[in-house]
């Protein structure tokens, strides 16, 4: 008989700060600020994405004469146009995409100056979940039960951040379902 068990727990409000901080980097360094890997992106949509776009808004649209594009609708038009507005759009996704601004100030997750580190929520996911793993459970048996003590003995005390559930928590565990353990 399968165990069932919500979806926001004590570990997973800890780890929504450093996993969004995370996830972001990511993001920030593997893509947004590499030109290479920009330029790569950009070839890839001009090979599909776009040229796909613009064939099938070319189809649609030239016969059609539209006033909407006073000097006609042209593949090639429709091509440059996504091409040139492209640089744009990284330059928006590089600034909103910044761990700090996205974590702290949009999803409200991280408070402001805040460092996430996962050990901070060790405690936590060993008390929900590592601790029964064969892989954890010799960590996990070394961590203090009190949170203060385990605090001190993963030498996180001075910098970790203690949360607590907020409304949209419970917002969203109303709308989702329970799910099955593995």
């Avoid at 920009?38 to 994405?49: G, I, K």
């Avoid at 649609?60 to 744009?88: A, H, K, R, S």
Wanted: with cysteine.
């Amino acid at each position: 008989m399968p165990f069932s068990a919500k979806n926001i727990t004590d570990a997973v409000v800890c780890l929504e700060c450093t996993a969004c901080m995370t996830v972001t980097n990511v993001i920030q360094h593997g893509f947004l600020l590499d030109p290479t890997v920009v330029a790569n992106v950009l070839s890839f949509l001009r090979s599909s994405l776009f040229h796909n776009t613009c064939a099938e808004l070319c189809l649609v649209w030239q016969p059609l004469n539209l006033t909407l594009f006073p000097n006609g609708f042209t593949y090639d038009g429709c091509m440059n146009y996504l091409t040139d507005i492209y640089p744009n759009v990284i330059a928006i996704a590089t600034e909103i995409l910044r761990p700090e601004r996205f974590c702290s100030l949009e999803l409200k997750w991280c408070e402001l100056n805040e460092t996430p580190n996962i050990l901070h929520c060790l405690r936590e996911l060993c008390v929900e979940s590592l601790g029964a793993t064969p892989q954890a459970e010799w960590l996990c048996a070394l961590i203090p039960d009190t949170p203060a003590v385990a605090d001190q003995f993963l030498n996180v005390q001075a910098t970790k951040r203690y949360k607590s559930r907020k409304p949209y928590h419970d917002k969203y565990e109303l709308t989702s379902t329970e799910h099955d353990e593995l």
